[in-house]
């Protein structure tokens, strides 16, 4: 069974950072891209950022480059997502999304 655990998430202020996880099992995680979505409260799913199966090459939505970097550990069965310089907007439940499934979600609340 494929499993998805996202953590990490939490209340930050404005301008703060944040490390996502995602852990994976169920399936061999390295064979396959992942990625980031969130959903803002009251708006649809936006995707964030994806990553192929060796972690070599990345996308990044544009309104969260050159502050999100998404990365992955395929020894630990663990997908990242480091969130620097945090805004207002960037509040959302964010998922983990992987091989057709996606977690319960964490949720990042960015607030002073």
């Known amino acids: 069974e494929v499993q998805l655990v996202e953590s990490g998430g939490g209340l930050v202020q404005p301008g703060g950072s944040l490390r996502l996880s995602c852990a994976a099992s169920?399936?061999?995680?390295?064979?396959?891209?992942m990625s980031w979505v969130r959903q803002a409260p009251g708006k649809g799913l936006e995707w964030v950022s994806s990553?192929?199966?060796?972690?070599?090459?990345?996308n990044i939505a544009d309104s969260v480059k050159g502050r999100f970097t998404i990365s992955r550990d395929n020894a630990k069965n663990t997908l990242y997502l480091q969130m620097n310089s945090l805004k207002t907007e960037d509040t959302a439940v964010y998922y983990c999304?992987?091989?057709?499934?996606w977690g319960k979600g964490t949720l990042v609340t960015v607030s002073s």
């Open positions: 990553i192929n199966s060796s972690g070599g090459s990345t």
């Open positions: 999304d992987g091989r057709g499934s």
């Open positions: 169920g399936f061999t995680f390295g064979s396959y891209p």
